[in-house]
């Protein structure tokens, strides 16, 4: 709805005390994260360690990449590619962007002009900046196509591999906002959904998805629905200690030995 205004010739051994380092060097490896069997889970905000970006989406201005939306207050960004915001997480779909009255992605912010008011139904409108948890500007997307029955999505892509990510999000009253994870090859790893709640409530309905070995783009999708800070902090390098440690358990798991003639 319209709601703006192994090799050959060797074995392995295979007693106990091989397979109890096997045992060992896998363990660790899960521990360090480095193995395969990795999930996602839900977060809360707690799971950040200080080191996190956060993204407001404030500052974007109409030019090049950026279209003036359709209402005083709104831009567009993305309009003829990929746009990277200033905590460097980059918007990666809808590109190009279609423009918010076709499903696409705008930024709602208070502080390049007010008057324009969003309505989210049971859940309240977002009128001012009062109403945004972070800053003066928001992130969001409707289904303007459909009567509002469709979801829409936006996808962020990060530079490097993250481990928490999320965001505060909210949207049209009794609607849900879904999140889904992915790792560098494109691989879908998780999702965690959230209810809509009042605009009062907006900065504590926090959704988030935590994963060891890395989500490198992530998916926020809902009917109507808009989120700010969102957040993400990178995976650690491993350090020469640890490294060390891995090498040595795996000398010790698969040290091989000659098979007999």
């Not at 090799?7 to 005390?17: E, L, N, T, Y």
């Not at 959230?194 to 935590?210: D, E, R, Y």
């Not at 809902?222 to 440690?245: K, M, N, S």
């Amino acid at each position: 709805m319209n709601h703006f205004a192994g090799h050959h010739g060797w074995k392995r051994p295979s007693g106990p005390a091989q397979c109890a380092r096997a045992l060992a060097f896998g363990g660790l490896l899960a521990w360090l994260g480095l193995g395969t069997a990795s999930f996602a889970i839900p977060i809360t905000p707690a799971a950040f360690n200080g080191t996190q970006l956060v993204e407001s989406f404030e500052g974007l201005a109409a030019g090049s990449n950026v279209g003036a939306g359709p209402f005083a207050g709104l831009l567009e960004p993305g309009t003829t590619g990929s746009f990277t915001f200033a905590s460097g997480v980059t918007l990666t779909n809808p590109i190009p962007n279609p423009g918010t009255m076709s499903n696409g992605v705008f930024v709602h912010d208070f502080a390049v002009a007010t008057g324009t008011t969003n309505n989210w139904g049971t859940n309240g409108t977002v009128s001012s900046a009062v109403n945004v948890p972070f800053g003066s500007a928001y992130i969001g997307a409707f289904d303007n196509l459909t009567s509002a029955t469709n979801p829409v999505s936006m996808t962020f892509t990060f530079s490097g591999d993250q481990g928490p990510v999320g965001a505060y999000v909210t949207g049209a009253g009794g609607k849900t906002v879904t999140l889904s994870a992915y790792d560098a090859l494109g691989n879908f790893l998780e999702s965690a959904t959230v209810p809509t709640v009042p605009v009062a409530s907006w900065g504590s309905n926090f959704l988030g998805l935590s994963r060891t070995e890395g989500i490198r783009s992530v998916i926020f999708s809902g009917v109507d629905f808009g989120l700010d800070g969102l957040t993400f902090q990178a995976l650690p390098e491993p350090d020469a200690f640890v490294l060390g440690i891995v090498g040595i358990l795996m000398l010790a798991a698969w040290h091989p030995r000659r098979s007999d003639p």
